[in-house]
């Protein structure tokens, strides 16, 4: 396994998934199966092609959707999944130009030693997206090429663009259900402007890394502390219309500790929305709701 995934030392053979593999959801999964059965069958390492930043970013940035997970996240995810080799692509406009020609015979035959790929059933690649299987299985005729049709479940395909609108929308059971794990958002513990000490409940002020942001709302939450321990807490993502309205902030109040966790990395599963955020007509009002929040998200997380 390569400790740097940027790392372009060439490998002298594997069996190859390509992709963005956002969110690692259940439909890259079967992708991943592929691999796995395909590297057992070939005596080959599996690995995982991947890119950073994504493609869209580079050459269609007015299209571009933020991302599900991190980076480090991504890879992490692919690597508890079982794969030998995650290799990243810094992508640029150059690298956006290689013609199929060239990705086949420097990417995917001198790099990566590919004897078998496998890849999604909506595949392009090359200059334009010009390239497809059928350009690898003319190009390179000695590589196995295998096609992995679309996850169907609710008569749509899963996919990271269904699972990241659920997520924005703030229904974060549905994209659990895809992903096949809890909606998570990460970062560090900074400082912010105290004021849900003054009220009585004093919350983390999470620095989120993830581009894509939860729908605002209130959620019952387990979160990870860099210690390890998992704490139960209730989270509110949003604007906080009742005191500011302005200035995003992601605040977590966790229900069984109060300890000071500045400079902490904190990691948040999102497990169930609690109710949308309002603005309310005070600050007792929003504290009595508050009290509400805390009492469901502790039946919730029983």
Avoid: W
Avoid at 46 to 68: G, K, L, M, N
Avoid at 131 to 140: E, F, K, M
Avoid at 277 to 297: M, P
Wanted: glycine letters at 8%; charged letters at 25%.
């Amino acid at each position: 396994m390569r400790d740097d995934p940027f790392d372009s030392a060439p490998l002298p053979a594997s069996v190859v998934a390509i992709g963005n593999f956002d969110g690692v959801h259940r439909g890259h999964r079967v992708v991943l199966e592929a691999l796995f059965s395909a590297s057992a069958r070939l005596s080959a390492p599996s690995c995982v092609y991947t890119f950073d930043p994504a493609p869209t970013a580079v050459v269609a940035p007015e299209r571009h959707q933020p991302r599900i997970q991190t980076l480090a996240n991504r890879i992490r995810c692919l690597r508890a999944a079982g794969v030998d080799h995650v290799v990243v692509e810094r992508f640029t406009r150059e690298f956006s130009r290689y013609s199929a020609e060239r990705f086949v015979g420097e990417v995917l035959l001198a790099r990566l030693g590919a004897r078998a790929l496998v890849v999604g059933h909506d595949f392009r690649f090359g200059s334009m997206r010009a390239g497809d299987a059928g350009a690898i299985r003319r190009l390179a005729p000695e590589m196995e090429v295998i096609e992995v049709a679309a996850f169907v479940e609710g008569a749509e395909a899963i996919s990271s663009s269904r699972v990241r609108k659920l997520i924005a929308g703030g229904e974060v059971e549905a994209a659990a259900a895809l992903l096949g794990r809890p909606v998570t958002v990460s970062g560090q513990v900074v400082h912010g402007d105290a004021r849900g000490r003054t009220i009585g409940f004093p919350t983390a002020n999470v620095d989120v890394d993830e581009e894509l942001r939860p729908g605002n709302g209130v959620y019952a939450v387990r979160a990870r502390l860099g210690d390890g321990r998992v704490v139960n807490g209730v989270a509110n993502f949003g604007t906080r219309p009742t005191v500011d309205g302005s200035r995003y902030a992601a605040e977590v109040h966790l229900l069984e500790i109060d300890e000071d966790l500045y400079g902490q990395p904190l990691e948040v599963a999102l497990l169930h929305r609690l109710r949308e955020e309002r603005r309310f007509g005070s600050v007792a009002e929003l504290v009595t709701q508050i009290r509400r929040d805390v009492a469901a998200a502790r039946a919730f997380l029983r």
